[in-house]
C-alpha cells in the first residue's frame, strides 16, 4: 500500500476475529515505535505487548466502561498494546515548561500513529483508547509508580466482513489555513 492509500484505509476497529498475530508482525510494529520521532529523541515511551490470553483478558476488561459502554469489544482484540510515559531527558522538560507544553504526550501520539499505521500496511486492525481503568492496568503489569499509560491500542485482525466505513472528517476549509488564521 502506498502511504496515501495507507491512511485512507486505516480506521478504528472494534470488531476482531481470533486469528493469532504473527511473531514477525509484532516484531515490525515494535520497530516502528522505536523508529518514531520525539522532542530531543527523547523516546518517553515503553511499548508493553500483552498477548498471554488471561493477562490481555483482564488488561481488556479494564478498558471497558460499563456506565458508558466503552471499548467493550477489547476483550475480542487478541494484542493488547500498551504505552507507557517515561520520564523525558532534561532537555525536553526544561523545554516543556518553557513552552507549556507535554512533549512526552504529543510523542507517544506520534509513537502510537507509528503503531496503528504499521499495522494496517500489515493487514491488521487496530483502535486506540483514552479510556482505561489505569490504576488496575498498572498493578497488573507491574508498571513503577511515577509513570502514567498514555494509551491502551487494541490489535489484531478485523472480523470477517469488517466493512471499510467511509471516513467523516471536517472540510478541508474548516480544518487548514494558509499564511494566517
Not at 511499548?47 to 498471554?52: E, G, I, R, T
Amino acid at each position: 500500500m502506498n502511504f496515501s492509500q495507507l491512511i485512507h484505509n486505516r480506521q478504528s476497529v472494534r470488531k476482531y476475529s481470533d486469528r493469532a498475530v504473527e511473531a514477525e508482525k509484532l516484531r515490525k510494529l515494535v520497530e516502528a515505535v522505536r523508529l518514531a520521532p520525539s522532542a530531543c529523541n527523547a523516546q518517553p515511551w515503553t511499548l508493553l505487548m500483552v498477548d498471554a490470553p488471561a493477562l490481555k483478558d483482564k488488561v481488556a476488561q479494564a478498558t471497558c466502561s460499563k456506565a458508558f459502554g466503552l471499548n467493550k469489544f477489547a476483550t475480542q482484540a487478541p494484542i493488547m498494546a500498551v504505552l507507557v510515559v517515561e520520564k523525558p531527558k532534561w532537555t525536553v522538560r526544561m523545554g516543556a515548561w518553557i513552552q507549556r507544553r507535554e512533549f512526552p504526550l504529543i510523542d507517544i501520539g506520534i509513537a502510537a500513529a507509528h503503531f496503528c499505521l504499521q499495522a494496517a500496511d500489515l493487514g491488521l486492525a487496530t483502535c486506540m483508547m483514552g479510556w482505561f481503568d489505569e490504576k488496575t492496568i498498572k498493578k497488573l503489569l507491574h508498571i513503577p509508580r511515577g509513570r502514567r499509560i498514555g494509551l491502551v491500542i487494541s490489535l489484531g485482525y478485523a472480523a470477517p466482513g469488517y466493512p471499510l466505513r467511509p471516513k467523516s472528517r471536517k472540510d478541508i476549509h474548516a480544518m487548514s489555513r494558509y499564511n494566517r488564521y
